[in-house]
């Protein structure tokens, strides 16, 4: 069971991370245009690699990265609201649902595959950085 100090910071970092992932998709969506979810695969892609970068540093260094506030304000709440994947999943259904079917599986195999990827690369980066 939570206590209060932690699920308020679950939702505190839920909050910012929502406003950041509203923010960064809607600006890409208008840099580059709406007709491919552009705006959700790069917050896919920018969170899985945060994600990896931060669970590196998280990894049994038992300081600040590691610490359960971090992890519940950070990783749960600002980077686990970020990523949008029920927002890829919709979108998906909709351009398959629109018939462009070749869209729907390039946004699959682009997510999926730039997001496993994204969080490798993330991990990979922040473990060699860190010695």
Excluded: Y
């Amino acid at each position: 069971m939570f206590d209060p100090v932690h699920l308020l910071l679950i939702v505190t970092g839920g909050f910012v991370g929502g406003m950041l992932r509203f923010g960064v998709s809607g600006l890409v969506g208008r840099v580059v245009g709406e007709r491919f979810p552009w705006g959700t695969l790069v917050v896919n892609l920018t969170g899985c690699t945060t994600m990896g970068t931060l669970t590196a540093l998280a990894s049994d260094r038992g300081g600040t990265f590691d610490a359960n506030w971090f992890r519940e304000l950070v990783l749960i709440g600002v980077v686990g609201s970020f990523t949008t994947v029920s927002s890829f999943s919709l979108q998906t259904l909709a351009l398959a649902r629109a018939g462009e079917s070749l869209k729907a599986v390039l946004n699959v195999v682009l997510s999926a595959g730039g997001c496993v990827v994204a969080i490798i690369v993330g991990n990979v980066a922040a473990t060699w950085l860190l010695g």
